[in-house]
């Protein structure tokens, strides 16, 4: 089955309301394609529709704005991050580099409703303390890259989304395709974005269960808002994170996979080759870590970007809000796949099984 053919197979099954996705074969855009609403009853999505792109945030932004920096020798990938921010050390943190950080090897908690909190979200993580020793588990940290994203503002003087725009995204040619804050350029019935969850806060994730307020039972469903970040720890930050906030295009978020491979043949729009090619290198500190800086690579057994991908050295992300990306270094393929799964609810896990089929129908397609 083409690739056409399957994502609106996805639509007509409920994996989404909508989605959108780009595949790149070196620097060539070999497919782009859009299908379903921006949200129920609404718009239809088309090839520019913004999504979302929740983690994502994490490789399009953080890790690259990071790169950048080290390749202007502001900072090492190794240094601590109280050189940058002393509070940040507090609570037995004094230590944590921001390779720990990058490689989600810290120790620090998986996640905090730090919108629920009575300080503001960084004096929160500044309290935060490590759950265990670093380099002795992978623990996916949504406050690792938020910490990140404060340092390349105290680093720079500059904010986030400032410094990623001018030095990242525009540097790339991706500022046309991506940002932060979108909610607050003009009214939300103009923008082409794809809605996500409806409540705030919103409903509780597997695992947060108890954390997170439930939203109250036999009540009229709230009126979606595109361009308002889902997560809530990114809304109480102003839309503006390390791990989360940015919307983008399919295209854009492929094109940035296209670029990874002109970083790591020489470009150097950004760092050079040496930073790129540890930027994409495994974590073998850490026993049983999957995890690159900023990256993850696939998992042996299971994973999201489907077997053929898995058994290839890859890059590669996922979004919470139904986005991802993956990147075969060795075949010089990147897939974009963007959707608004968790749109009204995000009880819908159907896309698990359906990122791995669309990677590898991709796979066939384009790579013979």
Same mark, same amino acid.
């Given at each position: ?83 940058? !921010? ?24 998986? !996640? ?86 409806? !409540? ?13 307020? *439930? ?43 296209? =670029? ?65 990306? !993956? ?13 608004? =799964?968790?749109?009204?609810? =995000? ?5 698990? *099984? ?15």
């Amino acid at each position: 089955m083409n690739l056409t053919s399957l994502l609106r197979q996805g639509l007509d099954q409920g994996v989404f309301p909508g989605a959108s996705a780009t595949v790149f074969h070196g620097e060539r855009c070999v497919h782009e394609d859009a299908c379903g609403v921006r949200w129920l009853d609404g718009p239809p999505v088309d090839v520019t529709t913004r999504f979302d792109l929740a983690s994502l945030t994490k490789i399009l932004a953080t890790l690259p704005a990071l790169l950048r920096l080290a390749d202007l020798r502001e900072l090492s990938i190794d240094d601590r991050v109280t050189r940058f !921010w002393p509070a940040f050390g507090a609570r037995g943190k004094a230590d944590l580099t921001l390779r720990m950080l990058l490689t989600h090897a810290s120790g620090l908690p998986a !996640w905090k409703p730090l919108f629920l909190e009575s300080v503001a979200p960084l004096t929160s993580v500044e309290r935060s303390e490590v759950d265990r020793p670093p380099w002795t588990e992978a623990t996916y940290s949504d406050l690792g890259f938020i910490a990140l994203g404060s340092v390349v503002e105290r680093v720079t003087g500059m904010r986030l989304d400032d410094f990623v725009r001018e030095e990242v995204h525009v540097r790339l040619g991706l500022e046309d395709q991506m940002g932060f804050r979108p909610i607050g350029v003009e009214s939300t019935a103009d923008l082409n974005i794809a809605a996500t969850g409806l !409540w705030r806060p919103r409903e509780p994730a597997a695992g947060q269960e108890g954390l997170v307020p *439930a939203p109250p039972p036999n009540v009229e469903l709230p009126a979606p808002r595109p361009g308002e970040v889902d997560d809530d720890n990114a809304l109480a930050m102003g839309g503006v994170s390390g791990h989360a906030g940015l919307f983008g295009t399919a295209r854009g978020v492929g094109l940035f996979g296209a =670029r990874v491979f002109e970083e790591l043949e020489g470009a150097r729009r950004l760092a050079s080759v040496e930073l790129w090619r540890e930027a994409c290198r495994r974590d073998a500190r850490t026993p049983n870590s999957t995890r690159a800086l900023g990256f993850d690579t696939p998992s042996a057994e299971g994973s999201s970007a489907g077997p053929s991908i898995a058994a290839s050295r890859a890059v590669g992300h996922l979004g919470f809000t139904g986005t991802s990306l !993956w990147i075969d270094l060795d075949r010089q393929l990147a897939i974009a796949l963007l959707t608004n =799964r968790v749109h009204p609810t =995000r009880g819908n896990d159907a896309i698990k *099984a359906f990122r791995p089929q669309f990677c590898e129908a991709a796979l066939q397609e384009f790579v013979p």
